[in-house]
């Protein structure tokens, strides 16, 4: 492990004042409510600036709470951004944990330890809801929707789980219970295959006349299920199909119930909803709120989840401790494969916020997300924090919060100390350097005042669909990103203009920075760390 992970702030990084409230026995015991949002962008929310939709609920755990403006999660897609959440393990250190088909087997093994495992150890109560995509089973495509799907999250730490196996856009499409199909209709067996269709079955790509909720504009064009074209071939479902524009209604009850019946032990909750992500088809009572169509209309949606969540917090009375983490599992892409709109809509709304590329993307957008930390008992109001904060420290942030030893070897990538910089804005301390992965699995580091990407070969443009710069080049590249840190460790030089937008790429310029940062780089990625300055 690397001796200097993090380092002191200058006090001018903290935007507004914050406070520490004194101590007593049950804040060492909070609730904790992780709020994972999918696809949601760094420019998304009204707390971050959007344009053309309200997020009040959002909005209010930011106002009361501590929000992060350099906060990033560990891959520009969801598989390995929560693999690495969820284990503190680089995603790239363990095989397949690459965008995961709905069949796939369970890529976190029972032996793993898991962030659940932290608080199981703390004697919390533990809960899974919506998105999971980290696989289920023993061995991919073997699964028995039938009957009982193991290993699955119980063999993880998680006491309940009501989830989706990957993505709303994979098949099965139907809620999963504690490892049984939710709702199951045995007059309707489930057959699951991504590599051939089902005798009889209709696709979207040859019977289109059957979309009558969403057509696809890319990909999305096997099975059908609620009108919509999916990835994947299924059969069978009957009344546990979902229907699209229920999905957030049906997690959020789950949760809510989960909270109302928390009489004794604490509990952490994970709670993976599948908005953003595509398909977007949110519940009618939120049609047209935001004049953006279905996307915008989903970040309403996930507005209102978020409230429902905070309402059940607070007439249980223990809003005050517990704490609200929420964020997203990487950054937002505007077309990803359904017509609906979402680009005609935007109406000058910048789901970026001003930043490079986007999902699947090296640049900033893909890893860079909303971050915000709300617990009224310990952190005072309104805090913005700028230092860099990444969600592979997730695993450690708890096991600190809950004063849980971390057994040897787990959560290998991620920081002791990130509960100091998560939860105390007052202590000024950040993370040292922050490792980003893109689709291709091109690996980026923000570190000081830039940030490097490593050479890969590559499109310039995202190729199948979504339009978005990947960041690859054959060459390095080299982007000033000031951080207003006071130290560097990496040559400084004070004169180079802030680039946020990684407009100038700096690295024939500067070629010592540009070795400096691939060593570093390369020792994280190659010996888990272990570079003193
Ligand atoms: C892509 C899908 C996209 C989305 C993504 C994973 C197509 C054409 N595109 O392959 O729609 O599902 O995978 O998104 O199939 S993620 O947020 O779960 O990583
Ligand atoms: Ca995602």
Not at 265 to 284: G, K, L, Q, S, W
Not at 351 to 373: H, Q, W
């Amino acid at each position: 492990m690397n001796i200097l992970k993090s380092r002191l702030l200058p006090v001018a990084a903290l935007v507004a004042s914050s406070g520490v409230c004194a101590q007593n026995a049950e804040a060492d015991r909070p609730n904790v409510v992780l709020i994972y949002a999918d696809d949601l962008g760094f420019g998304d929310l009204s707390c971050y600036g959007a344009r053309n939709v309200s997020t009040p609920n959002v909005d209010a755990l930011a106002q009361n709470g501590l929000r992060f403006t350099n906060a990033h999660s560990v891959a520009s897609t969801s598989t390995p951004s929560r693999y690495s959440l969820l284990t503190g393990e680089y995603p790239w250190r363990k095989e397949g944990t690459d965008v995961a088909a709905g069949n796939a087997a369970m890529i976190i093994s029972p032996e793993q330890f898991t962030v659940a495992d932290v608080f199981k150890k703390a004697h919390y109560r533990t809960a899974a809801f919506g998105k999971w995509h980290l696989g289920l089973g023993a061995q991919t495509g073997a699964q028995d929707w039938n009957g009982v799907v193991s290993p699955a999250l119980s063999d993880i730490g998680f006491d309940y789980s009501y989830i989706m196996a990957a993505t709303a856009d994979r098949v099965p499409c139907v809620f999963i219970e504690n490892g049984r199909v939710a709702n199951y209709d045995p007059s309707s067996p489930i057959e699951v295959s991504y590599s051939r269709n089902f005798p009889g079955e209709p696709t979207g790509r040859e019977n289109p006349e059957l979309l009558y909720n969403l057509k696809h504009s890319h990909g999305h064009d096997m099975s059908i299920v609620n009108g919509i074209g999916r990835i994947g071939f299924m059969r069978g479902g009957g009344n546990a199909l979902w229907k699209d524009e229920n999905i957030a209604d049906s997690i959020t009850a789950r949760a809510v119930d989960f909270i109302e019946k928390s009489d004794d032990a604490p509990f952490f909750i994970y709670f993976a909803t599948n908005d953003v992500h595509v398909p977007r088809f949110p519940h009618e009572r939120f049609r047209g709120a935001t004049g953006m169509g279905l996307r915008g209309d989903a970040i309403a949606q996930f507005d209102w989840c978020v409230g429902q969540v905070v309402d059940a917090l607070r007439r249980k009375g223990i809003l005050d401790n517990t704490v609200i983490i929420l964020t997203s599992d990487n950054g937002p892409v505007v077309d990803d494969g359904y017509a609906d709109s979402a680009e005609e809509l935007l109406n000058g709304h910048d789901p970026m916020g001003g930043l490079r590329g986007g999902k699947y993307s090296c640049f900033e957008a893909g890893t860079r997300v909303p971050f915000i930390v709300h617990w009224p008992e310990r952190i005072k109001k309104g805090a913005v924090k700028e230092g860099l904060v990444s969600q592979i420290d997730f695993v450690s942030a708890m096991a600190g919060l809950v004063n849980v030893s971390l057994p040897k070897d787990a959560a290998p990538d991620a920081n002791d100390d990130a509960k100091e910089y998560w939860f105390n804005p007052d202590k000024g301390l950040q993370r040292l350097y922050v490792v980003q992965m893109a689709s291709n699995h091109t690996l980026s580091l923000r570190m000081d005042d830039w940030k490097y990407i490593s050479p890969s070969n590559g499109p310039k443009m995202v190729p199948w669909g979504p339009k978005i710069e990947t960041g690859y080049l054959a060459e390095p590249q080299l982007y000033r990103i000031m951080d207003n840190k006071k130290q560097s460790i990496i040559p400084d030089y004070s004169s180079v203009p802030d680039d946020p937008c990684e407009t100038v790429n700096l690295a024939d310029e500067y070629p010592n920075v540009v070795e400096r940062m691939n060593n570093i780089l390369n020792d994280i990625r190659e010996k888990g760390v272990a570079w003193e300055d």
